[in-house]
């Protein structure tokens, strides 16, 4: 017996919430919104995959990895588990990065770059500016290849771990590294636990290691009036503004709200 896109929807929202319902749908049918209310009556054309694909969800994997995409400032990247799954707070950090700095030929580098999303996304917006993306992950790289490939997005790539195998200076450093501390866990949702790659996520000392470990470093690798945005957790601004006041006292350190009125990231000048 078929069944038609309407009564499919219908069935799925037995399991799931009518977003994650409509995201599955029109990412199997390479549909917008609009398409998929113009084809609710039409037969279902993918039933057996839809239906695989909803059981998997029940199942606490995220959307974007059943898809194999995420949108990501009006682009869609792949994404896979081998690399976080790209959210609406970093392109809040990408609208003040592309803000502040209008100028061309900038020397950018995105350090912790998993999909490539911060990286790829500056220079398809700069399109003048010269773009560099680390990762400590072989398989992140691998990701963010292939989306700056399929994006057509002409950036750097170099395995790193922070500044280890990093001797250029930049003019721009961005940064959305791992800042959950792992008494986090419990409070924490199971799609991202399960499938999200924990090296990505989790950092030592409450999750504060990896902004002390670029403060360290980050004066050698910033061009004279060089600037560096980091992406942080909410609850951690304070901690983060005095260890890159500590690392560069002679630094200038703001921080920005999100739309939501959280603390979520940090500039540094030198």
């Not at 707070?89 to 803000?99: F, P, R, Y």
Request: glycine letters at 4%; aromatic letters at 10%; hydrophobic letters at 40%.
């Amino acid at each position: 017996m078929t069944k038609t896109n309407f009564e499919v929807r219908q069935w799925a929202f037995s399991y799931l919430n009518q977003a994650d319902v409509d995201l599955l749908l029109m990412g199997l049918n390479d549909w917008t919104y609009s398409q998929l209310i113009l084809h609710l009556r039409d037969e279902c054309q993918n039933w057996p995959i839809f239906e695989a694909y909803v059981r998997r969800a029940r199942n606490d994997e995220p959307i974007q990895y059943i898809l194999k995409q995420a949108h990501f400032y009006d682009r869609f990247f792949y994404v896979d588990q081998r690399v976080l799954i790209p959210r609406m707070e970093t392109e809040e950090l990408i609208e003040w990065v592309l803000a502040d700095n209008q100028q061309s030929h900038q020397k950018v580098l995105d350090l912790g770059t998993g999909s490539g999303a911060i990286a790829i996304t500056l220079k398809c917006e700069q399109p003048s500016w010269q773009v560099t993306a680390s990762d400590i992950s072989k398989d992140a790289i691998a990701v963010a290849k292939q989306n700056s490939t399929s994006l057509k997005a002409n950036v750097d790539f170099i395995v790193s771990d922070v500044f280890n195998n990093i001797d250029d200076k930049y003019d721009l450093i961005i940064s959305n590294p791992p800042y959950i501390a792992d008494t986090e866990i419990t409070v924490m949702d199971q799609t991202v636990l399960k499938y999200e790659p924990h090296l990505a996520l989790f950092a030592p000392n409450h999750g504060l290691a990896i902004y002390q470990q670029i403060a360290l470093n980050l004066k050698d690798h910033l061009l004279t009036n060089g600037t560096a945005y980091f992406e942080i957790g909410y609850q951690q601004g304070p901690q983060i503004i005095a260890i890159f006041k500590k690392a560069l006292p002679d630094a200038t350190v703001s921080l920005q709200k999100d739309m939501a009125g959280n603390d979520r990231m940090i500039k540094v000048g030198v």
